[in-house]
């Protein structure tokens, strides 16, 4: 792809289409053109990948990285160069070591109100000493990793009168808490288990990590976020950012950073956020409107698709409207021309005995759904592209194939 730097006065704010934010998000999450090297490099460029479920990432990186593999992730998790632990929004992120020492605290704020405003465990929690808590969670999980209800049950013996399930979950909001292999593994098992993150990493990446404490230090550690994130996810307003990251009162960061950034205004008349003013890295990548996209495959809750307050660069209101559901779970998507055009998933049936083995054969059949009416030549590359990605997300199914449901 030949992008277009495209580079704008600095002293005037330039229109910029739907289009070409919606170029420059693909340009920059490595879905126009995979990235090359290892998964690693991408995994740092984007911030993090969403990790809620175990297999997302894999399918994030797949459609990214140029030659992923499985092992690659695995390999990653089990060599302690990348874990599975809450950062941005409070969800479960895949980050390298680096980013999963300097994360979780660079947002803590979050974790602390959620506390305080979670409807389910606040009242519980107005009878224990967090820092008690905390530091009891600490010494439990550096002992050995602990399971969730382990975890519960052991600081439960201190504080009986509350729910282990609360107590657990304050462990997670006031401790970095890795999520310890083989969880996240292809093709492994295994409860949920944690340790804490300096646990995991050792002293000599623990030494090398940003002092948060130091007021200056964090300071410029929230600058270098911002530009971060809009190296992966922009042009961007302060209003995205927050929505990204989960953080307030970042409009002061971005302020700090204006001489160092270049501005646009969104076009009159174009999603929610119409005339709202976005700021940008002066280099990076802003691709012609009509740059052709390849159809991409998105796992659910794909940060592309959940990083900007104004989605409509890469959701249009008609999807937007079909994938709403009552708990805010996404299904994977397909992007058709750089958008979300369609869902996806896979089911699995049996094709009978094996011959001269145990067990029985199984079908992975891949279902794409279209969300709006789609040229036969886009459904083509579709169907193309989900034949591959069938035989990585079933990779232990005999046989594969790809179905277009009704739109």
Known sequence: MGACRYRPRMDTAHVIGRRELNRALLA?????????????GTVDHLVG????????????????VEGFTHA?????????????IAAMRGTIHLLGAADALLLPGLVGDLFARDLTRNVAHRDALRAVDLAELTARARALVEERPRVTTELGALLAERWPEVPPTTLAYAARGTLPLVQVPPRGVWGRSGAT??????????????????????PDVRAAQLERLVLRYLAAFGPASVADLQTWSGLTGLRTVVERLR????????APGEGPARGRELVDLPDAPRPPADVPAPARFLPDLD??????????????????TRLRS????????????????????VARSRLGPREGARGTRELATLTVTPLRPTRPAALREVV????????FVADDADEHAVAVGPS
């Not at 288990?193 to 130091?214: C, I, M, N, R, Y």
């Not at 001489?259 to 969104?266: A, C, D, G, Q, W």
């Not at 009552?326 to 998933?345: M, R």
């Open 72 to 84: 690659d992730l695995g390999a990653a998790l089990e060599g302690r160069t990348a874990a599975r």
């Open 49 to 64: 990948v969403q990790a809620q479920n175990v297999g997302s990432p894999y399918v994030a990186l797949w459609s990214r």
């Open 384 to 391: 193309a592209e989900g034949e591959r990605l069938v035989r």
């Open 193 to 214: 288990t944690w340790t804490t993150a300096t646990s995991w990493f050792g002293p000599e990446l623990v030494g090398a990590a940003p002092d948060l404490a130091d």
């Open 28 to 40: 920059r999450q490595g879905l126009l053109v995979r990235r090359p090297g290892a998964a690693s």
């Open 259 to 266: 001489p160092r950034l270049v501005t646009f205004r969104t």
């Open 326 to 345: 009552p708990n805010g779970v996404l299904p994977g998507t397909v992007l058709i021309d750089g958008t979300v055009g369609a869902v996806w998933s």
């Open 303 to 320: 940060n592309a698709l959940l990083s900007h307050a104004d989605r409509s660069r890469v959701v249009g209101e008609d999807a937007r």
